[in-house]
């Protein structure tokens, strides 16, 4: 299958269906295919048709979502834009590094998600909790208002070229040097099962306080997500979790 | 004096206004200033200004002139946009290797000029012929429709990270290792000049019968082209030339 159809472009809550015409359009200059939209205002729209300037079938092939969980759910690498450089100490990529991770994985044959936030405000801190990387296109720090179709532009940009130097033969073709033969990851409904599971356990334990989390959660997402599970661990993790769940039970029990 | 100083944009009479300012943000995203309209068919407009969503700086500060030459001609180094791979035999160049010059170049102190064409059809034959370098977007070949704004940004967008590179030091700072001591190069009306008196000598000559030009001309731009003829080889060409004209005459009397 084509690298092209392993990668996915997802806009969330995008207000003018405008933007997502003019999105679709850029994608298919760029040769991208796939658009998930994640609770579009207005879609489909007379709007977005026009803006598209003939990329139509990128719209109407579009998958309309109701979360960016669903949306990302059968995937294993989700890349998010952050317009600002936040404070989480998560991996922030520029657009280079970020499309050069995209690539080899999705030559690994991973499901691969680039998500784009809305035109507003960008992701919001949940939606960017649900990413393994952060990326940020630089801009003027002054005048950093890029809209959603050219940071969308952009980023198809550099997979394009990211991939013509691949084609082009060994020269150019470090991204492809970089495939390995790399473990089977867990996806983000796996691991969202697993966080779940996590929490319950550390609530159980009393380690975990509700009423105070302490943003524990979130320090395990990131730490688990900078690990990049693979399937295999997470099943272990399972495992672990149940067992320690019978026994503070049996615990409670006794 | 900054880099970003000595790269201008220029727009070859651009149809729509909003183009216009939609050009002018994405340059203000990626911190570029400098901004030639050659021929703009409405300027200024009231759409250009409200594209430009706030970089009205770039637009109140643009320069109109009336013809291509004009706008470059005291630059030394002139890169054209093609949005087709076209059979002149000339360097075409990928976004990151013009870039790559025009920052060298600039930094040299040399006056930039990155040149775009009309909305429908680029860049006439006559106006790629001004230039030294032609340079080529990659889009979908089956989808090439990448509008006026989107061609800019991703070349600015280019220029950006390039120069933030740069600024990081010795690892990515591959573009300043080109630095060198270049020589002063011949400006485009210095070249011009040189052009049309070498076109008289050879019209003079009768090797180049008007009527029948065969693209001699062309031949002549392109070969020095590739040369980029420095202010003082101009000079020796010119006295040269002059020194032929003498003998011609002479010979015509005699």
Redesign the interface.
Known sequence: MPIIQKIRIILVDTTHPGNIGAVA??M????LARLYLVNPLYFPHAEATARA???DDILQNAVVAESLLEAIQDCQLVIGTSSRVRSLPIALL???EAVTKAIVEAKVGYEVALVFGTESSGLSNEELKLCHYHMH????TE?????L??AV??IA?EI??AL?KAEEGEEGGDVFGLVQQLPELATVVDQECFYTHLEEVLIQSNFLDPKKPRHLMERMRRMFGRARLERAEINIWRGVLTELQKKMIKGVIE
């Open positions: 359009r850029a298919k200059n760029m040769e300037a003939g990329a520029d657009p280079k296109i630089p801009t003027n005048f950093a208002s890029l809209n179709a050219a532009l952009i940009y394009k070229m013509a």
